[in-house]
């Protein structure tokens, strides 16, 4: 580029001052010819002419100079550049080849993989541990190596949504299944999958990890546990019985020496079995089997029962116990770990404790939405070097007095499990002679500060189940006070009117034949009453008779029961009329558009919901037929959100928990409404949340799509 | 409800040694044996026990099998029956009480408390 640059930038004067010379002269030339040029003039055009034409020839040389120097300076940097690509080349061998050495000597199979799960490349691990050559793997598809036949359909469902081509580069999906080799041998594998950053068609890696050998470990180590827990407690058992009835005196009364040695041994006895509840506490929870009831707990009435707890133990010492806790509200937590977690620090603190100290503690509101906890005691303090090691196992600081009560010294590590578990950490802080102060903090149940009240809603519908069949009645009540009904029964036609002149239920439900009157003849009459003439009715028959069919706000459901259709029909009775109405509650705005699109579709209306609050606020003022719920919200999250709708009238509400999340089983069951159903957010999971809301919401749709039909 | 005789079952002689002593010493309440389920079921038939008290881990019929047994047949099919078990984790005694059971009671127990233990998880008459 830079030549004809430079060609040009000199050739336009110099063409320029070539052009006036050459004028000059022919104009020269012409006026002579013709005569009319004196000697002076000529002679002047002479000059002049060759002035310009000297000044040419000085600029052509200038410019030929710059030129040079301009050559010069472009040689260099050609020869800059070659450099600089012969280094680029050598590193991207260099890169090659560390990347073939990584390849060749992993132990992870890996394997690249095209935009059909071809199998483009086969490192040797691979080829060791699917027992195939790679010439042999080119071109196969993955998916018959990867994924045994036993593996799931949700497996295989992530799998295939960890490839699917417009998955972003550089996300990572682990996925714990079974691959089969070449042999037919199938194996416990770990796969990671994750798609290439590169232009072009889409590209995927998959590291496979043969895991046998950490399953064996695994199992032999929970089944380890068990045994243990068994076969130490057994005989502990015994040990422990016999010492219990020799001190209790069940076999006469034991002399004062003997007596004392009884008393040692059976204090051991019972020092080891909490040794061995803590090991097996410890064990479950490392292993992460212990499952959280998160639920939001009373701070102040946590304080007040692990001090309740510890009243005993604190006057033996004389150490006061004292609590500052002060509207701190509710966090989320396991109540009975989070008084384990108390329990265990207090006690600590007043192991430690001068007598006639003080054990105070305090939980404290911060900024974050925490909560944090303070057990402070006026004890000899932790040495700063000793700090660190405190959470471990089987530490225990030199006191006076721990020997005596007998730790286990696994109290802080159980602790300090229990917080993380909760998403907290504990640390300690206090200068030695100081005493010691050990502080956590755990997630404050959220609070709306407008219309949301975090009153109790106690608000029920009240059902009034008239039938002379105890053992239906019966039956009718535990289902109907299961989904949240207040239910009133009624044996008879003159028992259920003496409850109608109290007032109207919002549902009546009865069986067709009363013993002193005929149902239907009966729902007649009541109409004709200003009290019950709107009454939604749910007739229990065997058959529906020709004229019942068609009466205004009147539903069969045929016996014998069919649990489900029946609560549906209830609800349906008692719900406002209209389309049915779908609270579909997610952050995201995109996908919530969507749901709205697709349920508009199938004839449902819709009311979203971006956060937790609003999402309770429109649940109570929409009374929707469904809710479509994701669980991490902001405001409050999908537990909180449950937790209210849960407290009133809604609680029979059919649900569908929607969420990336996966969720433990105890979580699920936190989650549930009336008839709940998960689906986890996925390929082709919209298809499935629609099918599911379809069923959920059953001839509601139906109502509405015939209605519009009509319109 | 009120006890007059308990049936305890476990397959290590000690725990029903103890057991037994805890049950009729401090419990006041005539006290037989079962050393497996099968005998278990046969002496309950047989006795008619107020109350029986279930180990969980047998040889041969565990536990909830004998539990079972015990409710198919029609002289035991209302006995209270409160298992005991090594084992205390929470979804463990849940299952043992969605069974049917009236408690559960958690190895090693006290044999001062045993009775008292046992008097609270039945329902009061």
């Known amino acids: 580029m830079t030549t004809p640059w430079v060609k040009t930038q000199l050739s336009k004067p110099l063409v320029g001052l070539a052009s006036v010379a050459l004028v000059l002269l022919c104009t020269l030339f012409v006026l002579d010819r013709f005569g009319r040029l004196s000697e002076h003039a000529r002679v002047t055009f002479f000059i002049v002419a060759l002035l310009l034409g000297l000044y040419g020839v000085v600029r052509l040389g200038r410019r030929s100079a710059a030129l040079h120097a301009l050559n010069s300076e472009l040689e260099r940097r050609v020869e800059e550049r070659t450099a600089a690509l012969a280094a680029t080349h050598a590193e991207l061998r260099e890169s090659k080849a560390r990347k073939a050495a990584i390849l060749e000597s992993s132990v992870d199979g890996i394997i690249t993989l095209d935009e059909a799960h071809r199998i483009l490349d086969f490192n040797p691990a691979a080829e060791r541990l699917f027992r195939l050559p790679r010439a042999v793997a080119l071109g196969r598809d993955f998916l018959s190596l990867g994924l045994a036949a036993s593996v799931s359909p949700e497996l295989r469902e992530g799998v295939m949504w960890a490839l699917r081509a417009d998955v972003q580069p550089g996300r990572a999906a682990r996925l714990e299944l079974s691959s089969v080799r070449a042999d037919g041998d199938v194996f416990p594998s770990e ?54 009835l020799l001190e209790g005196g069940v076999l006469g009364e034991l002399p004062s020496p003997v007596l004392d040695m009884v008393r040692i041994a059976s204090t051991n006895a019972e020092r080891l079995i909490r040794l061995i509840n803590d090991i097996l506490d410890l064990e479950k929870m490392e292993a992460g089997k212990v499952e959280l009831r998160l639920q939001p707990v009373e701070v102040a009435e946590v304080v007040e029962a692990t001090l309740g707890g510890l009243r005993g133990m604190a006057d033996t010492s004389k150490v006061e116990l004292h609590a500052e806790v002060g509207g701190t509200g509710q966090v989320r937590a396991d109540r009975d770990r989070l008084i384990q977690v108390l329990t265990n620090l207090v006690s600590n603190a007043i192991k430690f404790s001068p007598s006639g100290g003080r054990v105070t503690v305090r939980a404290l509101s911060e900024v974050q939405g925490r909560v944090r906890f303070e057990v402070v005691d006026q004890g000899p303090g932790i040495p700063v070097e000793k700090r660190a090691k405190l959470f471990g196992r089987f530490q225990q600081l030199d006191s006076p007095s721990t020997r005596s009560v007998g ?35 755990l997630s404050a149940v959220k609070l709306d500060s ?34 949240g ?33 005929e149902g239907l003849a009966l729902v007649r009459r009541w109409r004709e009453e200003p009290v019950t003439r709107e009454l939604p009715v749910v007739m229990l028959a065997e058959r529906v008779p020709p004229e019942g069919a068609g009466l205004p706000r009147v539903d069969w459901v045929k016996r014998p029961l069919d649990e489900a259709s029946f609560l549906r029909a209830v609800r349906h009775a008692i719900r406002a009329p209209g389309p049915a109405r779908v609270l579909v509650v997610d952050d995201e705005a995109e996908l919530r558009r969507l749901l709205r699109s697709h349920l508009e579709k199938l004839g449902a209306a819709c009311v979203e919901a971006a956060h937790g609050a609003r999402a ?55 989650l549930t409404l009336g008839t709940t159903r998960l689906i986890p957010k996925g390929p082709r999971a919209e298809e499935e949340l629609l099918e599911v809301a379809q069923e959920l919401l059953g001839e509601l749709l139906g109502e509405s799509e015939s209605r519009r039909a009509a319109s | 409800m009120t006890i007059h005789k308990v049936l305890l079952v476990d397959d290590e002689e000690d725990i029903r040694t103890v057991g037994h002593l805890s049950l009729s010493r401090v419990g006041g309440w005539q006290t037989v044996l079962a050393a497996s389920g099968a005998e ?34 029609e002289s035991t099919a209302h006995t209270p029956i ?30 001062m408390t045993l009775p008292s233990e046992i008097k609270k998880l039945l329902p009061s008459s």
């Open chain 1, 407 to 441: 730790g286990t010294g696994l109290g802080l590590a159980i602790s300090q499990a229990i917080v993380e578990q909760h998403g907290g950490h504990i640390e300690v802080q206090g200068e030695p002679g100081e005493g010691a102060t050990f502080t956590f903090s």
């Open chain 1, 191 to 244: 796969l990671t999958l994750t798609r290439v950053a590169a232009e072009g068609p889409p590209r995927f890696t998959a590291y496979v990890r043969d895991i046998t050998e950490r399953k064996e470990v695994e199992r032999m180590k929970s089944e380890f546990v068990s045994v243990v827990s068994h076969e130490l407690r057994n005989p502990l058992t015994s040990i422990r019985g016999s010492l219990g």
């Open chain 1, 485 to 517: 009904y207040r239910v009133l029964r009624a044996g008879s036609r003159a028992e259920a009117e003496k409850h109608l002149e109290a007032g109207a239920p919002d549902v009546l439900v009865l069986e067709a034949r009363l013993p002193d009157d």
């Open chain 1, 616 to 670: 309770v606020e429109l649940a109570r003022e929409a009374a929707p037929d469904l809710i479509i719920l994701d669980v991490q919200l902001p405001e409050l999250d999908g537990f909180e959100v449950v937790d209210m709708l849960r407290q009133g009238k809604l609680r029979g509400l059919p649900l569908i928990v929607f969420t990336v999340r996966e969720l433990t089983p105890a979580e699920l069951r936190q």
């Open chain 2, 82 to 111: 409160i298992f005991m078990t090594a084992k205390s984790q929470k979804q463990e005694v849940a299952s043992y009480l969605e069974l049917g059971a009236v408690g559960v009671i958690s190895k090693p127990f006290d044999p």
């Open chain 1, 450 to 483: 407008s219309s949301l009240s975090r009153v109790r809603d106690e608000s029920r519908y009240s059902a009034l189940v008239v039938t002379a069949d105890t053992g239906l009645s019966a039956l009718l009540r535990g289902l109907l006070t299961r989904e």
């Open chain 2, 40 to 73: 278990a079921v046969s002496q309950a038939a047989a006795e008619r026990p107020d109350l029986i008290l279930l180990d969980v881990m047998m040889p041969g019929m565990d536990g909830p099998t004998t539990f079972g047994q015990l409710r198919a047949q």
